[in-house]
């Protein structure tokens, strides 16, 4: 029985990590949705595919670079370029169909480039895709130092469409749980990809080259022209992934997908691929971008903790599966004389217990702590109340003259924040019983409507991103009066729907307005 098992351990090896992390997910999202009813909202978990697919999309073109052996860190330059290059090209007035095939062709041409590079110059991947990198990010400000808005018709029914999911959604109101069609273009990449890596002659090349080069090279196999092709193949996701975001944030700028290539790169790793290649599924890329999902669905549900909780769980997540890869490859060298010695797997996981406790305690910890501070935090409340729209009082403040009028409430310290910012630089900030006043100059208040204009303006109509409270979720609601017009946003940070860079709108507000203490 302990031979039998030894031997199935040793067959299905590969399947582990793929396995790892999709019970991380599973059990991680298990655990969210016990701890925040927000969680338990369909579209909550719908909105974890929603969100990504341009990293599904770029992960999948990372994942057979690596099968190979490789690396791509140009990633983020091509994603950011094709934003940057679409956005303009459509402000020129060309076709959109026509400028998706034009930036698919450079993500390609690109790709084709740096394989080349790679393969007949034997330049290092690092250094090959390195170089990419910089040349695409620079590419980016030689087109505009700015961010390009879209406004086309093409670019919205893609972003806009929602597809309703039968059992969970009122087709007659057009209501419920939805996907968009991105999310059908990110599994289609999917499918396409499994097929070409499991099915075909040429991802049984990409295995071979991953797992022996040089013996690949010995049975005869095109090895140089795979490995080009695999670039090419890189560079053509990285480009749709471009397009995606680009249609998803309905923009382009040159610092969009900051450290992309390092998310992809840890979404291929959670997924089980090999960084030394030949070994890794597609399944598991997928897998593998929802656990980055669900980390920062996590954090943005917990309300305690900054976002750059994100970086650091996924890090360490990332770190942790590279340790399990060194483990699993060490104990395949270790294989025969493991089936030799007629080894149970009671021995093996007693002989390398620590490694695997270790493990096993670092990803419980990582989990516990990111969905359970509040358990450590009795002053913290476990819920609070999203208190609702004071819109009358923003109106009376916009008749006083007010630019914009920003309210922030919510949380787990259960803030209600009302900021009103004039003209002539004056900002008022109450919460509760507090008021602080702060003055800026008039020209910093111009320049951020100057800059709130050039990312662009939002609808005449209250455009609500509302879900089911999540608890320590925030609420944001945004009144801007600008040439005679009135807009408002409302939205919450829990993962939902928003205008097209309406965050980077905050972020511009939050730079000059006081701050209360201890919030």
């Not at 090209?89 to 041409?109: D, H, K, Q, S, W």
């Not at 059992?167 to 289609?188: D, H, M, Q």
Request: net charge neutral.
């Amino acid at each position: 029985m302990k031979a039998n098992l030894t031997r199935f351990f040793i067959a299905n090896r590969k399947f582990i990590p793929v396995f790892a992390t999709a019970v991380l997910f599973i059990l991680a999202y298990t655990v969210g949705a016990g701890f925040y009813q927000g969680m338990r909202d369909p579209q909550v978990f719908l909105n974890l595919f929603r969100t990504s697919p341009f990293i599904l999309i770029a992960a999948i073109g990372g994942t057979f670079v690596i099968l190979t052996g490789g690396i791509d860190l140009s990633v983020s330059g091509v994603v950011a370029l094709t934003t940057v290059a679409a956005s303009a090209l459509i402000r020129e007035g060309m076709n959109p169909i026509l400028v998706f095939a034009l930036m698919l062709l450079m993500g390609m041409t690109l790709g084709t480039i740096l394989g080349t590079f790679i393969t007949y110059m034997k330049v290092q991947p690092f250094i090959a895709t390195l170089a990419g990198l910089w040349f695409t990010r620079g590419l980016c400000f030689f087109i505009s130092d700015d961010a390009i808005a879209v406004d086309n018709r093409v670019y919205k029914l893609l972003s806009q469409t929602k597809i309703l999911i039968p059992g969970l959604s009122n087709p007659e109101t057009k209501e419920g749980a939805y996907i968009s069609i991105l999310v059908i273009i990110a599994f289609v990449i999917l499918v396409l990809a499994t097929y070409i890596a499991h099915y075909t002659r040429f991802g049984r090349t990409i295995y071979a080259i991953g797992g022996n080069e040089q013996s690949a090279r010995l049975m005869g196999l095109p090895v140089n022209r795979t490995k080009v092709l695999v670039y090419t193949l890189a560079g053509f996701c990285s480009a749709l992934a471009g397009l995606t975001l680009n249609v998803y944030v309905g923009s382009g700028h040159g610092l969009y997908a900051s450290g992309f290539e390092l998310t992809v790169i840890a979404a291929v790793v959670m997924g089980g691929t090999m960084l030394v290649g030949g070994s890794g599924y597609m399944i598991g890329t997928l897998f593998g971008v929802l656990v980055l999902g669900v980390t920062q669905t996590l954090i943005q549900f917990n309300g305690t903790l900054s976002s750059w909780w994100t970086n650091i769980v996924v890090g360490a997540l990332t770190l942790i599966f590279i340790g399990i890869q060194s483990f699993l490859a060490s104990q395949k060298m270790r294989a025969g004389n493991v089936l030799k010695q007629k080894e149970g797997i009671g021995d093996t996981l007693r002989r390398n217990r620590k490694p695997l406790i270790y493990a096993g305690v670092a990803v419980v910890g990582m989990l516990l702590f990111s969905v359970g501070v509040e358990a450590f935090m009795p002053n913290i409340p476990t819920k609070c109340e999203l208190k609702p729209f004071r819109q009358e009082e923003a109106a009376v403040l916009v008749e006083d003259g007010a630019l914009i009028v920003y309210e922030h409430n919510g949380g787990g310290s259960c803030v209600d924040e009302l900021y009103a910012i004039y003209p002539d630089g004056k900002i008022t900030a109450t919460e509760g019983s507090d008021q602080l006043d702060k003055q800026v100059t008039p020209d910093d208040v111009n320049k951020l409507l100057a800059g709130i204009n050039e990312l662009g303006w939002f609808s005449d109509t209250l455009y609500s991103t509302e879900h089911e409270p999540c608890g320590q979720c925030y609420t944001f609601f945004l009144t801007i009066a600008d040439e005679g017009q009135v807009k408002t946003v409302k939205a919450v940070n829990g993962g939902t729907d928003t205008p097209p860079d309406y965050w980077k709108v905050i972020a511009l507000i939050d730079e000059i307005i006081p701050r209360f203490e201890s919030k």
